[in-house]
């Protein structure tokens, strides 16, 4: 073999390895425990490059309930075929942490889908300013849902990544779902910080400490899920965050 027929193979490879990897790279479905799954789609945050964004959904025996719609609106549809060819099951209830596209980007999406709609008021309020997709169905106060033989409740901690990030505890199974509140162990920053209060944002984290103790599972907006550290981590950032400020 030429030193060029080599060099040609080696190019191929890793062209045709990098274009999988895009490909594969629109939605991802990961188990995380019982009937629990983490979903991942893509987005542009403003400089070109694609960064992941979490979501959940819960397998119950009345319907799947999504925890955030995906950030990458190709996936809407595709979300829903890869929930009913797993599960054969619809989903029947979506419910978004705050009002950012990477949570509520597909809520009108999925109001004509029949899918009842869920955020918070406040959230409400702020995505009709903003002129972000609203839901049908409004909560006004910490809430608690049973939906077949799974129960969780939301809770608004205050202030943090945005005026109105609500958290979502599943207290049977100690899972802490986070949204954009919590910052992953992989996270180097605060992140996007438009609409944030990073002051109050410390605040609010102690208070899910105070409320939420030992969960089993933490699950960030963005990046790695794996790692419970995740609320100390973020108060890691947020403190360095500060001090760099003020000075
Ligand atoms: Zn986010």
Known sequence: MSMRTILFILVFFICTTGFSQTETKKLTISHLTK??????????????????????YLVTNKGVVLFDTPWDTTQFLPLLDSIQARHHQNVIMCISTHFHSDRTAGLEYYKQKNIKTYTTKQTDNLSKIRNEPRAAFLIY???????????????????????????????????????????????TGPGNLSDANTIEWINSIKKVQTKFGKPSYIIPGHQNWTNKNALLHTLKLLKEYNSKKNN
């Not at 009937?35 to 490059?49: A, C, E, H, L, Q």
């Not at 809770?155 to 990544?161: D, L, R, V």
């Open 35 to 56: 009937d629990f799954y983490v979903y991942t789609t893509f987005g542009d945050p403003g400089n070109g490059s694609l960064f992941p964004a979490n979501g959940m």
């Open 141 to 187: 106060q910490d809430t608690s849902f049973t939906i077949g033989q799974y129960s969780f409740e939301t809770f608004y901690p205050g202030k943090g990544h945005s005026p109105d990030n609500i958290v979502l505890w599943f207290n049977n199974d100690k899972i802490l779902y986070g949204g954009c509140f919590i910052k992953s162990t992989e996270a």
